[in-house]
């Protein structure tokens, strides 16, 4: 094996698992402690980028405080050659994604389960303080022996086809975000909620509960609104319609009030019920544990650029002034009246942005009048 299939002195790439825009993940083995693992490393292309770095490295440095059946087990993270890593628990199976596209509709009681277990994990999660913002299929990964693990917590770190970062604060695909979570409003585990249920919806349909693939088309609330499910689940019992409906509400507040109790009214419905482990009644509602605020991986290059931008329309404003002082009267030639045009300053602006808009049509004014 040689020298550059190893990561960090421990960890040798077996083969890839998937690649997208933002990272790539690779089959390793763990060198020290003889175990396979799932690496996940950021492209080359975005690994220069510090805020990038410091987003994709800062949860799941949290998450791996967690140990729960229903999550997968992160187990280490850094970097190397400067690429950040994250060195998680291999899962031998497949994701949600992946089983809809496989069989299509699942039974009702075989979703109930997976949502019960989705919540599990979840419940654990936001005990912690975690908030996740991205449950979908493709993070949902099902292991042979039918124990589900919720992965990637907290790392969609930009766009990688529907995947969304906008403003800092819009984190996840666009086709599962809770309603809030795409207003680029504060986000709470009330949005994992939604997610359980768009997850549910799916795998009782055999089809996402929105067809826009990007926010723009979602438009308003209407497009929030998923097709009837009931229609298309005619083998789905009324609550568990029910509760998946309570799930996808457009007010974070009218969802159910916990993945716990989520859990709870998915159990009765689900296959084996009594072997089923329920997480315990939480001490705070989804809606009171905060995800974090998310600073824009752009916005301290948009504003040295914006300033650029100041600086030279600036530049090219006082060369305008200067020559309209001298064409009208502060240089006077002989041929020239004694009275001269007072030229007014630009208009100063709230902020970078709105100061290079005002010296842009203040040039464009003056540009036009000037003898």
């Not at 497949?94 to 496989?102: G, I, M, N, Q």
């Not at 020559?323 to 001269?340: D, H």
């Amino acid at each position: 094996m040689s020298a550059t299939t190893r990561i960090a002195g421990r960890y040798e790439i077996v083969r890839p698992l998937g690649h997208g825009a933002m990272a790539t993940v690779d089959l390793a083995q763990d060198v020290e402690l003889d175990r396979p693992i799932a690496l996940k490393r950021l492209a080359e292309n975005l690994a220069r980028d510090d805020e990038l770095r410091r987003r994709f490295l800062r949860e799941p440095r949290l998450a791996a405080r967690l140990s729960h059946p229903n999550v997968v087990r992160v187990f280490d993270v850094g970097e190397d050659d400067g690429r950040p890593f994250i060195a998680m628990e291999y899962v031998d199976g497949e994701t949600l994604a992946d089983l809809v596209a496989r069989r299509g509709r699942l039974p009702a009681a075989e979703a109930a389960t997976l949502g019960v277990q989705m919540c599990a994990g979840l419940a654990a999660a936001h005990a912690a303080g975690l908030v996740h913002r991205d449950v979908k299929p493709q993070n949902l990964l099902l292991g042979t022996d039918g124990v589900l693990k919720l992965g990637d917590f907290g790392i969609a770190v930009g766009h990688e086809g529907t995947k969304l970062t906008l403003a800092g604060t819009v984190l996840g695909t666009a086709g599962y975000l809770a309603p809030e979570q795409a207003r680029g409003e504060q986000v709470t585990a009330a949005a994992d909620v939604y997610g359980v249920g768009a997850v549910l919806y799916e795998l009782l349909a055999g089809e996402t509960s929105r067809r826009g693939a990007s926010l723009a088309e979602h438009g308003g609330e209407n497009g929030f609104r998923p097709p009837d499910l009931a229609a298309r689940a005619p083998d789905a019992p009324p609550e568990l319609i029910a509760a998946i409906a309570s799930c996808l509400a457009l007010r974070p507040e009218d969802r159910p009030p916990s993945a716990a109790a989520l859990a709870r009214l998915l159990a009765p419905m689900a296959s084996e019920a009594d072997t089923l482990s329920l997480p315990a009644d939480p001490a705070r509602r989804a809606t009171e544990i905060l995800a974090p605020r998310v600073a824009p991986p752009s916005r301290r290059r948009t504003r040295r650029r914006l300033a650029a931008a100041v600086a030279l329309v600036a530049a090219a404003a006082a060369g305008l002034a200067v020559a309209i002082v001298l064409t009208s009267g502060g240089g006077r030639s002989p041929g020239r009246t004694s009275g001269s045009r007072t030229v007014a300053p630009p208009a100063v602006g709230s902020n970078v942005a709105d100061q290079a808009r005002n010296l842009e049509n203040w040039l464009r004014i003056h540009a036009q009048t000037s003898p």
